[in-house]
């Protein structure tokens, strides 16, 4: 799989470490523990399209968001993270 980095252009997914999916956000520290309990454990399993953290630590160190078919492992599109949409 090959992922094309905004910064390096194609590489290979070997330089990328996976962090998961993109969408959970933190919750305060005020929203309690069952607040944390869902983010820190509770994720759908998607079968299709999907957008992921991947971080570029082979590369240029930076963090992206990539949209990826699950099923197919097929890469729509790899932006930085601090550029990319909620």
Do not use: Q
Not at 38 to 55: F, I, K, S, T
Not at 60 to 71: F, G, I, K, P, Y
Request: charged share 25%; glycine share 10%.
């Amino acid at each position: 799989m090959r992922i094309d980095c905004p910064y390096c252009g194609p590489r290979e997914s070997g330089e990328f470490t996976y962090r998961g999916d993109a969408l959970p956000v933190r919750p305060t520290p005020d929203g309690g523990e069952d607040a944390f309990f869902d983010y820190a454990y509770l994720r759908d399993n998607v079968a299709g399209p999907m957008r992921e953290h991947w971080y570029h630590g082979g590369g240029c160190r930076a963090w992206l968001v990539v949209e990826r078919n699950t099923t197919t492992h097929r890469i729509a599109s790899a932006t930085p993270a601090s550029k990319a949409e909620r």
